[in-house]
C-alpha cells in the first residue's frame, strides 16, 4: 500500500517547543492538506522531462520535503542558490500559472572571492531555465542587493537546499537571513534542508568549509535573527552518512570528489530538515 506524501511527511514531523525539548507531534505542526497537492506534485516528478534527475529522488525525496515546507501551487516561492535548478524543475510546473518562481542569489558584499563566484548568476540563471522548457510559475532570479522593493513581505516560502555553509563560510549568513525575513509574509515559512555534521564535530569542521553544519547551531543562528523553530524533520536523514569526510560532503554522491567507490554505497548527504515561522 502506497501511503500518500502529505501524510508520510505528517509522519515525519518533530514539533519543537519553545525550550527545544524534542517530541513528537505530528498534530501541532498543520501540513498542507489541499486536495490537489500530491496529486499534481506526482504529476510533476514522473514527467519526462525529469528523467536525469530521477535517478536522486532516492536521496533528495523531493515530494515528502516540499510537503514538509508546505509549499502549494499558487505560491511565491523564493529558492535561495538555486545553482543547478534540481529543484527549480520541481517547483515552476508545481507552482503553475498562478505562481512565481524566484531564484535568489546572496549579495557577496566586500567578500571579492564570493563575488568572483557569485557575479553574474542572477542574469545567467532565467536564461538557463528557459532552457528547461518548463511551464508553469514565471522565473525571474536576482542578487539579494538587487532585488525589487515591491517583492519584499509578498513571498509565502523561502526555500534553502544544502546551500547555508555557503552563506556561513563566506560570512553573509547574518545579512541573508535578515533579507529573507524582509521578503516573507507576515504568515510566511522559511525551510531549510543542510548537510549535517554530527553533534560533537569539532568547530573547525563545521564552519562551512566541509559542507556541514551542527543542527543546533543552525538553529540559534536562523533563530538569532527574527524567526522562530516551528519543526524538524528525519526524511532527508542518512545514517550511512558518518559526516568527517577530510574533503568535506563533496566526496560523497553525486560529486565523489575523491574518487573513493565506496562512499557511493553510503548514498547523499544525512541532511537535517528545519521548518521556521517569521516572528514579529
Known amino acids: 500500500m502506497r501511503i500518500p506524501v502529505l501524510c508520510l511527511a505528517a509522519l515525519a514531523v518533530v514539533s519543537i517547543p519553545a525550550a527545544h525539548a524534542e517530541e513528537i507531534s505530528p498534530a501541532s505542526s498543520k501540513i498542507s492538506t489541499c486536495a490537489d497537492c500530491e496529486g499534481k506534485l506526482q504529476q510533476v516528478l ?12 532516492e536521496f533528495r525525496h523531493p515530494a515528502e ?18 545553482s543547478g535548478g534540481w529543484f527549480t524543475r520541481v517547483l515552476v510546473p508545481y507552482l503553475g500559472e498562478k505562481g512565481r518562481y524566484i531564484g535568489l542569489n546572496p549579495d557577496p558584499g566586500d567578500n571579492q572571492q564570493f563575488a568572483a563566484y557569485a557575479g553574474g548568476l542572477a542574469e545567467k540563471f532565467p536564461l538557463q531555465a528557459a532552457k528547461w522548457d518548463l511551464a ?4 525571474s532570479a536576482y542578487n539579494t542587493d538587487g532585488l525589487p522593493t515591491d ?8 526555500l534553502v537546499f544544502r546551500s547555508m555553509h555557503t552563506l556561513a563560510r563566506n560570512g553573509i549568513a547574518g545579512p541573508e537571513l535578515q ?4 521578503l516573507l509574509k507576515a504568515d510566511g515559512l522559511l525551510g531549510i534542508e543542510q548537510h549535517r ?3 560533537d564535530a569539532p568547530d573547525a569542521y563545521v564552519d562551512g568549509s566541509k559542507g556541514y553544519m551542527r543542527q543546533k547551531d543552525v538553529i540559534a543562528l536562523v533563530e538569532k535573527h527574527g524567526f522562530e523553530l516551528v519543526g524538524t524533520s528525519e526524511i532527508n536523514a542518512n545514517p550511512k552518512d558518518t559526516a568527517d569526510h577530510p574533503a568535506g560532503v563533496w566526496e560523497l554522491p553525486p560529486n565523489l570528489r575523491t574518487k573513493r567507490e565506496e562512499l557511493k554505497a553510503v548514498g547523499e548527504s544525512d541532511r537535517m530538515t528545519l521548518l521556521f515561522r517569521k516572528r514579529p
Open 136 to 139: 508553469g510559475a514565471p522565473v
Open 179 to 182: 533579507a529573507m525575513h524582509q
Open 65 to 82: 520535503t516540499l510537503a514538509f515546507f508546505r509549499v502549494e501551487p499558487g505560491m511565491t516561492v523564493v529558492d535561495i542558490m538555486p
Open 46 to 57: 514522473a514527467h519526462p522531462r525529469r528523467a536525469a534527475d530521477r535517478g536522486r529522488d
Open 197 to 199: 555534521a554530527k553533534a
Open 151 to 158: 517583492v519584499k513581505g509578498t513571498v509565502d516560502r523561502v
